[in-house]
């Protein structure tokens, strides 16, 4: 079977950095940092208050009260960055109802509406009081099941929970799906909560950098004096299509993606892997005759 090629025809993105690929760019090139101190988090019990500041996006005006009600803190971002990348690669409604389009997102929690259903059942003892959105917004696959039926994808449908590794694995697995002709367009991406729910169970293992005086410096991971992480949300959307579809259609093609590879590791969890165990992963990658794996890093 002849395998696809795979190429990106709309990006997306809502962080704190900024709300679209236009003021994401300008913060990444002006040096600016979307890092802040949280007080929610202080008042909770965190040991270290640093975040990333994240806008909540106002959606009404842009969903029904119906679908807003079943969107997930992450899906909310996602949502935004999805029409942004959908808006990019010039996707429409009928185009999308035509079309068998496909939606894999990498989504690792949803806290806040389990721990909220949770608090409203320990003090009423009525589950009729949780109404209908609050499963919509606590299932692990809230970002992918929300954004089909807002969107009318008919495609693959599925979640991909590997922690930091969760949105590059969504990218890859269409990838895979297109290059073995299982679908021809995909909308996949990442998205993460970033409420005072989500991280605290980090920031018991003391992973926070403890930089409070100084937030916008805080983040440092290549620095001799880092002293941990700075966690953050937010959400960032691909259009991934095979070539043929791109050309065929029109579209502007951003990239190609050429290959893809992955390895787990059996490192205790905070060990960093050594270059030899992440071989394989480049090994496997399947690339181009141009590009060799002894060329990454």
């Known amino acids: 079977m002849q395998t696809q090629r795979v190429v990106v025809t709309g990006i997306g993105i809502w962080s704190c950095l900024g709300t679209d690929v236009q ?26 208050t640093l975040t990333g500041i994240v806008e909540r996006p106002v959606l009404k005006g842009l969903l ?13 971002y996602a949502y935004m960055a999805a029409r942004q990348a959908l808006q990019m690669a010039q996707l429409g409604d009928e185009q999308l109802r035509e079309r068998e389009v496909g939606c894999i997102f990498g989504n690792d929690s949803s806290a806040a509406p389990v721990i909220e259903a949770a608090e409203i059942m320990r003090e009423k003892h009525d589950s009729a009081l949780l109404g209908s959105g609050f499963i919509f917004r606590s299932m692990n696959s809230t ?13 693959a449908n599925f979640t991909v929970s590997a922690a930091c590794a969760s ?3 969504s990218i890859g697995l269409a990838y895979l799906l297109i290059r073995q002709g299982l679908q021809d367009l995909v909308l996949c991406g990442g998205a993460q909560e970033v409420n005072k729910y989500s991280m605290a ?56 993606i050429v290959g893809y590879g992955f390895r787990a590791t059996e490192a205790a969890y905070l060990r960093p892997a050594t270059k030899a165990r992440l071989w394989p992963c480049n090994a496997r990658c399947p690339t181009p005759n141009s590009v060799r794996p002894t060329s990454t890093t």
């Open 23 to 48: 003021s994401v760019t300008a913060s990444l090139r002006a040096g600016r940092s979307g890092i802040g101190v949280d007080p929610e988090r202080a008042a909770y019990g965190y040991q270290s």
């Open 201 to 256: 169970t980090f920031d018991a293992l003391g992973a926070f950098s403890k930089r409070m005086d100084e937030p916008t410096r805080a983040s440092r991971p290549f620095d001799r004096d880092r002293d941990g992480l700075v966690p953050s949300g937010g959400a960032a959307a691909l259009v991934v299509e095979s070539y043929e579809s791109a050309v065929a259609r029109g579209a502007d093609i951003l990239c190609e």
């Open 167 to 169: 949105g590059s694995h």
């Open 64 to 76: 029904d009260r119906r679908m807003r009600t079943g969107l997930a803190e992450e899906g909310e």
């Open 143 to 155: 970002v992918t099941m929300n954004l089909s039926t807002i969107f009318g994808l008919r495609g």
